[in-house]
């Protein structure tokens, strides 16, 4: 793993980078792009961005990658979609979760070289060595209520993914739903989902699929949820590992939420962790510290930490970290702790209330680790 930060002074932007690279198979990286000059228009900041995602294409550590997917963490969604030029070559999620640098827009990318990408449908496809790699981003529903709303993301997403030839029980690896308000109408989410899955063989006693459900508000404000997935064509049932950390944190049924609290995915190259929404609970289900954002951060890091122990990995595999805050008070406190605790990661920290009133912050993370596999294709 490389990280790189580089600083783009003339156009007051930054870049944070994690790479990963083996001798010959795919190299990927995630990137976090920053604007450093916050008394702006929107359309200023979002054009120092566009300058910047150019910038980071030309660098040599980075020249050949192809972008697969962004997404755009945005201040005022509903006005500021409008001024972001469509991209039908990428997946582009697009939420309104506010950075809390004091910008109005943040952008994550995800890079790879040595893939074939192309776009249908709204589908992002990146294939090599006999693995699909499906990203859909910012779907939305018209349905009259969250419960509703989220019953037909999913029946929608499963019809996309059948004509790929893919199924959501046996192929989606992550999810991700953006409640507009999550305090009063994630109820409706979590319902909808259960009997969703249910439905279809997705029970505590099979397997559920990694995810965060954090607030966060669509650009269509008609939408109380905004739902994003990631699924894999081509992996054997030995290639994914469930994380529980059963020391730390119990399984999520136990309290009517159905999710992984992680997955990992093995290559013969290297292994994917994706670590769901993680926030200061312990293995009976119950928070921890409330009220106290300091022991919460830590707590939260502690069982992030456990997780990827159990996928043989560490804080030195991150790629990524998404961090949510409910209160944007708590940013600097809770922003020099991580900064003890993680690598120069790339990070962003964002105002978006957790699905429990009384977790303060949460955060998911993306790491890789090289290994060697021989009974397994590589990435």
């Known amino acids: 793993m490389e990280y790189i930060k580089i600083e783009y002074q003339d156009i007051h932007a930054c870049a944070e980078v994690a790479f990963f690279a083996t001798a010959t198979g795919v190299s990927e990286a995630h990137v976090m792009l920053h604007v450093t000059s916050l008394c702006e228009l929107f359309e200023n900041q979002l054009a120092r ?14 020249a050949g990658h192809a972008i697969v997917y ?3 963490f945005l201040s005022d969604s509903a006005n500021q979609r409008e001024i972001i030029e469509d991209e039908g070559t990428v997946a582009v999620s697009y939420i309104q979760q506010p950075p809390l640098d004091g910008s109005k827009v943040t952008l994550w990318l995800y890079m790879v070289k040595g893939m ?17 790699h499906l990203w859909r981003m910012s779907m939305v529903s018209n349905a009259a209520d969250p419960y509703l709303q989220t019953k037909e993301l999913l029946s929608n997403y499963e019809m996309s993914l059948a004509k790929h030839g893919l199924t959501l029980a046996d192929d989606c690896i992550r999810t991700w739903f953006f409640v507009r308000d999550v305090d009063s109408q994630y109820a409706g989410l979590v319902k909808a989902r259960r009997e969703f899955f249910t439905e279809r063989g997705l029970t505590r006693d099979t397997h559920y699929i990694a995810s965060t459900g954090i607030g966060g508000s669509a650009p269509e404000c008609n939408a109380a949820v905004q739902f994003e997935a990631y699924s894999i064509n081509g992996l054997s049932s030995e290639q994914i590992q469930y994380l529980y950390a059963p020391t730390h944190m119990n399984s999520t049924s136990e309290y009517g939420v159905t999710f992984e609290r992680g997955t990992a995915i093995n290559y013969g190259d290297r292994t994917h962790i994706f670590i769901s929404g993680t926030a200061s609970i312990n293995n009976m289900g119950e928070v921890v510290h409330k ?8 707590r939260m890091a502690e069982n992030v930490g456990v997780l990827l122990k159990e996928a043989d990995s560490s804080f030195d595999d991150l790629m990524q970290v998404i961090v949510y ?9 809770v ?4 900064s003890c605790l993680l690598p120069p990661v790339p990070i962003v920290f964002t105002l978006a209330s957790v699905c429990r009133p009384t977790w303060l912050v949460e955060m998911e993370c993306i790491a890789v680790k090289a290994n060697k596999k021989n009974n397994m294709r590589d990435y």
């Open 325 to 333: 805050l409910r209160d944007m008070g708590d940013y600097h406190i």
């Open 70 to 72: 962004k997404r755009y």
């Open 291 to 298: 009220g106290d954002v300091k022991k919460q951060t830590r």
């Open 49 to 62: 961005l566009n300058t910047a995602v150019k910038r980071i294409q030309a660098e040599e550590a980075l």
């Open 335 to 338: 922003k020099d702790i991580l």
């Open 116 to 132: 074939a990408i192309n776009h249908d449908e709204g589908m992002t496809i990146a294939e090599h060595n006999g693995y699909k």
